[in-house]
């Protein structure tokens, strides 16, 4: 059974710490995705990697980074947590190719900062 | 700017009836379209998808339609089940291989 595996399902952060979300597929996928979560805004991406490495932004990047050292694992960071990040943070993978982009999600991380 | 739109925020349906949620987009270079369901405190899961070669797809209950010159899809689930109750998002995708998606419609199957 394929997975996207994050590494926590809650997590309470204070305001200005740094916080790190981890996101580890089995899926041997190239592409992986950062997404967020908030009512009435829908899903949206904040960075995505094509390969080990590589980073691009998404639409909502700023206050957030990206780590793609390995191609199973891509990890979000936060580097000065703020209140209006609180939110709930889906990690997705897919395959390569253009005509096949269905993408699988983790179970998500709600993040609450206080 | 939005460029996949779900403006109906919420859908309330019998149970055994027909469900119909529509998705709008704007960019005329997405060449796939997706629509994942979502649970409560679960990531969302893939449904049906189709491309823009075609102008419909069924998978079992559902089906969806797609019209290029209106840039307008629809998600068609017959009959509604309650365990259909969840959030449907509807997704694109173009050259980037990237997907975009909607803000959501919660769908409600009542008895």
């Known amino acids: 059974d394929v997975k996207v595996t994050q590494s926590s399902r809650y997590l309470v952060k204070r305001t200005g710490e740094k916080v790190f979300l981890e996101c580890v597929q089995d899926?041997?996928?190239?592409?992986m995705f950062w997404y967020r979560q908030d009512p009435g805004l829908g899903l949206r991406l904040i960075y995505f990697s094509y390969d080990v490495k590589m980073k691009e932004k998404g639409d909502i990047p700023e206050g957030y980074s990206v780590s793609r050292e390995k191609k199973e694992r891509f990890s979000l960071i936060l580097e000065s947590a703020s209140t209006n990040q609180t939110s709930m943070y889906l990690c997705?993978?897919?395959?390569?190719?253009?005509?096949?982009?269905?993408?699988?999600f983790g179970q998500g991380t709600r993040l609450t900062v206080v | 700017d939005q460029q996949v739109k779900q403006n109906s925020p919420s859908l309330s349906v019998q149970e055994g009836r027909i469900s119909i949620l529509n998705c709008d987009y704007t960019n005329s270079m997405f060449d796939y379209f997706l629509w994942y369901k979502k649970y409560p405190a679960e990531g969302p899961t893939f449904l049906i998808s189709i491309s823009s070669i075609k102008d419909k797809n069924e998978d079992g209950r559902f089906t969806v339609f797609l019209n290029k010159s209106a840039k307008h899809l629809s998600l068609h689930i017959v009959p509604s089940q309650p365990g259909d109750s969840a959030v449907y998002f509807c997704?694109?995708?173009?050259?980037?291989?990237?997907?975009?998606f909607g803000t959501g419609t919660r769908l409600q199957v009542f008895p």
């Open positions: 997704a694109a995708s173009g050259q980037e291989n990237k997907l975009i």
């Open positions: 997705a993978s897919s395959p390569r190719g253009a005509m096949n982009t269905e993408a699988f």
């Open positions: 899926m041997d996928h190239e592409n």
